[in-house]
């Protein structure tokens, strides 16, 4: 394993900064409950039926701030009831922990106007996601040889039409599949022979939640970053998001 800097230190570091010096969030004692959304909560009723929400492979947790939402995929779903304060000095040691911080650092980063698009698409916007996603690459990247980690099908379909792109996975079910013409790669996996091949990664945000993502940091290519999980992270780490449909 690569060796970075522990983000979740990072993170909860920049969040109490913001909601104690800056705002005074915590001594306002504001509320964050986390509920976990069913599949059509999430997603609606999109076109396609292999998403990993509506395979039960993962779960969408929504945090509130105020009036405000953010999510974050985990494998680790359950409610949880707090105050702002508790999130810059709860454990981070476990799926659901961590989806509980992000999906609370999402939601009060957008009530404070400095994160967004921090709800997930439903219904159509799956597909135009990932049409969007095609061009915006082409676009910034030309015609580049993508490393796709974190198989989203209708993305992985739409960029395997586009471009040369190896997609890895981490669910068994997935590994060794062949999908849109692709085997689907092992995620744990050599890195530095990926990064050799690849010109662009593009990442799911859900790493942020099971922690790989220490994992993509020290990459020198271009990374990406999509979803609505790492929505509050990206811009406090300076990270690229793709995430065109969310809310």
């Keep these: 394993m690569r060796e970075a800097k522990d ?7 920049k969040l109490k900064e913001i909601v104690d010096y800056e705002n005074g969030l915590s001594q306002q004692k504001i509320e964050i409950s986390c509920s976990v959304l069913t599949t059509e909560e999430a997603i609606g009723n999109p076109e396609r039926q292999d998403f990993p929400l509506q395979k039960g492979k993962e779960k969408l947790m929504q945090a509130r701030c105020r009036d405000s939402c953010g999510q974050a995929f985990t ?3 359950n409610d949880y009831a707090g105050i702002v304060g508790d999130l810059t000095t709860m454990p ?5 922990e961590r989806a509980v911080f992000i999906s609370g650092l999402n939601a009060v980063l957008r009530e404070l ?15 135009q996601c990932a049409v969007e996603i095609g061009a915006i690459i082409a676009g910034e990247y030309g015609h580049p040889r993508i490393a796709m980690f974190g198989l989203q099908p209708a993305i992985a379909e739409t960029l395997a039409q586009q471009f040369e792109l190896r997609v890895f996975d981490l669910d068994p079910d997935n590994i060794g599949q062949t999908k849109f013409g ?9 890195l530095d022979e990926v990064e050799g091949w690849a010109d662009l990664f593009l ?3 859900s790493t942020l939640c099971n ?3 220490r994992e993509f940091l020290p990459i020198r290519k271009p990374v990406a970053f999509f979803g609505t999980t790492i929505a509050g992270a990206a811009p406090l780490l300076g990270l690229k998001r793709i995430c065109p449909q969310s809310a």
């Design 7 to 13: 983000v979740f230190t990072v993170l909860q570091e």
């Design 75 to 77: 494998d680790m779903p």
């Design 92 to 96: 981070l040691n476990t799926n659901y």
């Design 113 to 127: 106007g400095m994160a967004g698009h921090t709800i997930h698409c439903r219904d159509g916007g799956p597909r």
């Design 182 to 190: 692709l085997v689907i790669e092992n995620g744990e996996c050599d």
């Design 203 to 205: 990442v799911t945000g």
């Design 211 to 213: 922690g790989s993502i």
